[in-house]
């Protein structure tokens, strides 16, 4: 059974930093490849970042520079730190595991796992 649990959401200003965790159960995180995407209100939901099994990170235009995806197998946990924090990045942060294999991790459609998600406020 496969469970992905989110957490670290909140509210910050502009310019903070936060930290989002998200635990992983039912198999090892970095197994698989992982991606946090999110939504913000009246909006689709977007790839954020993702972390391949081999280590290799995508991110999005958007948080390029800002953002960091890692992963740590031992406590099968994979982590977006996010500095520089503005009011577009305001939304609700999803994990995702398990992307169909050769699919684009900023499909919504293509991954198989999803967590209930935490929000981020920025204001």
């Known amino acids: 059974h496969v469970q992905l649990v989110e957490s670290g959401g909140g509210s910050v200003q502009p310019g903070g930093s936060l930290i989002l965790s998200c635990r992983v159960s039912g198999f090892t995180a970095g197994g698989r490849c992982m991606g946090w995407l999110r939504q913000a209100p009246g909006k689709a939901r977007e790839g954020v970042a993702t972390i391949d099994s081999d280590g290799t990170t995508g991110y999005a235009d958007s948080v390029k520079g800002r953002f960091t995806i890692s992963l740590d197998k031992a406590e099968s946990t994979v982590y977006l730190q996010m500095n520089s924090l503005n009011a577009e990045d305001a939304a609700i942060y999803y994990c995702?595991?398990?992307?169909?294999?050769?699919?684009?991790?900023?499909?919504?459609?293509?991954?198989?796992?999803w967590g209930r998600g935490t929000q981020v406020t920025v204001s």
């Open positions: 995702a595991a398990d992307l169909v294999s050769g699919g684009d991790w900023r499909s919504v459609d293509l991954w198989s796992y």
